[in-house]
């Protein structure tokens, strides 16, 4: 059994991710935490998550706390905390502001819970889980982010909707940056097994409009709502019970690649990668000509975030 801890549980993400995660059966103890200040509505999230778990039959310990310190012994981290964007901005926009919030999170998890796996989601998210590599000192294996896991069950949808069949019967990919350059992996798409090229009606496949759909979502759905919440919440589940139930699931998330895909490497990005109770190893792989095109571009302009943010963050720590 396990313990996980969200940081940013009083945020709309975090929120809806308790809810999620308390399904899973792996999961003994949960932590709330968030800013000094919020302990009232911590105390009512509490009651109203017990409420539910009382309604559905769960049995999962919760308590809160304002401090990350609480998070010792935890399997995994989750960290949802930092600011949001607003309608019009990019996450890269966010890239500063949240890297200073992450810098001092990971310092401390990295000295009060050194064997626990780190989980981001604050945004720009490749950008902020290289900078919890640095700023924690834990191994590349412990630390992973959201990344283009998200980006892929968009598409997934998007997919199966168009063929009219069950989304499960859809495997798709898309890596890179969670942003603008994210890049899709049409040779690894299939369909009930068979890949999606070989599908007569592949031809007719409007996919330059589904990709852009997948790209710009995320702004859609906070111009229409405010936050993307519920994608999000399922999304962190899925990713929380790979890891807990030591599943091996290949799933595209954010993770340090040394030099996995076509020698490309030294980047925090999305990529498909093994996740076990370990924690998460990048799967070497070899891509069609344009698609490692579309990732060098992506994971060069990544390289760039990064380096002005790491160079900010130098300045004022
Ligand atoms: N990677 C992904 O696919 C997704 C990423 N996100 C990102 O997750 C983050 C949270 O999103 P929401 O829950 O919608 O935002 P929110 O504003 O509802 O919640 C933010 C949380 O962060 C905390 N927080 C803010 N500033 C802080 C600071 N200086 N120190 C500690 N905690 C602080 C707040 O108290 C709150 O708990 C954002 O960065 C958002 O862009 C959201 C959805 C999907
Ligand atoms: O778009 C945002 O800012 C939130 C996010 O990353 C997503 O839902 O993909």
């Known amino acids: 059994m396990a313990k996980v801890t969200i940081l940013g549980a009083t945020g709309n993400v975090g929120v809806f991710a308790a809810h999620t995660i308390s399904e899973i059966p792996?999961?003994?103890d949960m932590l709330l935490v968030g800013r000094p200040g919020r302990e009232d509505f911590?105390?009512?999230?509490?009651?109203?998550?017990?409420?539910?778990?009382?309604?559905r039959g769960t049995d999962v310990r919760l308590s809160y706390s304002t401090s990350i310190l609480d998070a010792k012994d935890s399997d995994v981290i989750i960290c949802t905390a930092g600011v949001p964007r607003r309608p019009g901005q990019d996450r890269n926009d966010l890239a500063f502001e949240n890297a200073k919030i992450i810098a001092e999170t990971a310092e401390t998890i990295g000295r009060s819970s050194p064997d626990a796996i780190l989980f981001l989601v604050t945004n720009p998210v490749d950008v902020m889980t290289a900078v919890a590599l640095k700023y924690s000192g834990l191994q590349p294996r412990q630390i992973f982010g959201l990344g283009t896991h998200l980006d892929s069950m968009r598409l997934k949808s998007l997919i199966a909707h168009y063929?009219?069949?069950h989304v499960s019967e859809v495997h798709t990919r898309i890596i890179g940056e969670h942003g603008d350059s994210m890049v899709p992996l049409w040779s690894a798409t299939t369909i009930g097994g068979i890949r999606i090229s070989n599908l007569p009606t592949f031809s007719g496949l409007p996919v330059q409009e589904m990709i852009e759909t997948v790209r710009t979502s995320g702004e859609a759905i906070i111009r229409d709502k405010g936050s993307t919440v519920y994608g999000p919440g399922e999304a962190i589940a899925t990713l929380?019970?790979?890891i807990l139930g030591d599943?091996?699931?290949i799933l595209t998330v954010s993770s340090y690649i040394k030099s996995e895909i076509h020698g490309i490497g030294d980047v925090c990005i999305?990529?498909?990668?093994?996740?076990?109770r370990d924690g998460v190893f990048p799967v070497p792989l070899s891509l069609e000509e344009s698609e490692v095109a579309g990732f060098r571009e992506s994971v060069k302009?990544?390289?760039k975030v990064t380096a002005g943010v790491m160079e900010r963050l130098e300045e004022v720590r």
């Open 26 to 28: 792996y999961v003994s």
């Open 42 to 55: 911590l105390a009512g999230c509490c009651r109203d998550l017990s409420d539910s778990f009382a309604a």
């Open 163 to 165: 063929f009219r069949v």
């Open 240 to 242: 929380i019970r790979t």
């Open 247 to 249: 599943e091996n699931r």
């Open 270 to 276: 999305g990529v498909p990668a093994r996740i076990n």
């Open 301 to 303: 302009k990544i390289r």
